[in-house]
C-alpha cells in the first residue's frame, strides 16, 4: 500500500531532487531563462542554497511519499516576494553566461506581474510541482494545505498563486481546491498570460 505524502520543511541534501522539479514548475520558462535545463537546475540549486531569495531553501517544503522527494514548494509572505525576487534575480545572473543576460533579463520582466497583486496580508505560492512519477497522489493537495496551514501559523487571511492561463490541469486543481481566480494577465514577450488564483482563508 502507498504511504502518503508527508509535508517537512527543505534539508540541505535535498538540493538536486528539490532544483529538478522546481524546474517543473515553470512550464519551460526555466530553459528560456537560463538557456538550457541543466544551467536551469544549476541555477535554482545556487538559489536553494542562498538566504533572501524566492528559492531560498528557509522558504521551501518538501513532499515525500514512501521515504522518497515527491514535490516541493517556494512559499512565503507576499510582502517579502518582491525583495526575494530581486535576491533571486542576482543569484541567478551568476550561474548563467554573460551573453545569457539581456535575454534573462527580458524574460524576468515579461513575467513580472502586470496587474492586480495579490493582497500584501497573504501567504503566496511562487512555485510548487509534483515529480511526474507521483502525479495525481495528492502531493499537490498535500503542499497547498500546507500552505494554508502556514498562513494561519503566520496570521495571514488567505493564500494566493499564479499560474499560466494555459495550464489547464493547475487551474482545475486550484480552482478544486477552493482558490478563485482574482485576476488575469496578458500575455507579453512571448509568454502565455497569467491568471493570479486566491483562497481566503
Sequence with gaps: MQGQPQVRRY???DSPAVAAILYE???GLYDRYAGSRELAERTIARALE?????ASGEVVWVAEVDGQTAGAMAAMPFGEWTP???AFLRTSLRSIPPWRWPGALRIYHAGGRTGAGP???CFYVDS???AEPFRRRGVACALLSHAEHRARVLGLGAVALD???NNHAALALYTGAGFRELD??????GLPGGVLLLKEL
Excluded: D, F, K, V
Design 119 to 121: 493582497p500584501e496580508s
Design 184 to 189: 488575469r494577465t496578458p500575455g507579453r514577450g
Design 50 to 54: 542562498r538566504e533572501g531569495n524566492t
Design 84 to 86: 526575494r525576487a530581486h
Design 163 to 165: 499560474t499560466w492561463q
Design 128 to 130: 510548487l510541482a509534483t
Design 25 to 27: 514548475s515553470s512550464g
Design 11 to 13: 534539508r540541505a541534501g
